[in-house]
Nanobody, 123 residues
Framework: QLQIVESGGGLVQPGGSLRLSCVAS????????IGWFRQAPGKEREGVLC???????TYADSVKGRFTISRDNAKNAVYLQMNSLKPEDTAVYFC?????????????????WGQGTQVTVSS
């Protein structure tokens, strides 16, 4: 069974960058579509972006031009590069996965979830 663990969160100043990692074990991550989500205090979880077959990526409007996703199949990992961070990006960030054959929506239907990593953007 797939297990995924996020890391790389922390405190960063506005305008700064962070790279979050989503590392998998128990299965081959390249067989899965991956979504990144975030949840800020007092708010509902929201989709940030996803990557699926043939590297097709969908971004939420709030992060377009600032966030990118990439895969490293050799490391069984997916990365979320976050640039030009804003205070409103502060949240717990989650990586989620679903088998590509079962993917039907960028921001819903995921089977496996990590525990989350905190990102705080503040001066």
């Amino acid at each position: 069974q797939l297990q995924i663990v996020e890391s790389g969160g922390g405190l960063v100043q506005p305008g700064g960058s962070l790279r979050l990692s989503c590392v998998a074990s128990g299965s081959t991550l390249s067989d899965y579509a991956i979504g990144w989500f975030r949840q800020a205090p007092g708010k509902e979880r929201e989709g940030v972006l996803c990557i699926r077959s043939r590297g097709i990526t969908t971004y939420a409007d709030s992060v377009k031009g600032r966030f990118t996703i990439s895969r490293d199949n050799a490391k069984n990992a997916v990365y979320l590069q976050m640039n030009s961070l804003k205070p409103e990006d502060t949240a717990v960030y989650f990586c989620a996965a679903v088998l590509r054959s079962r993917w039907y929506s960028c921001f819903s239907g995921y089977t496996y979830w990590g525990q989350g990593t905190q990102v705080t953007v503040s001066s």
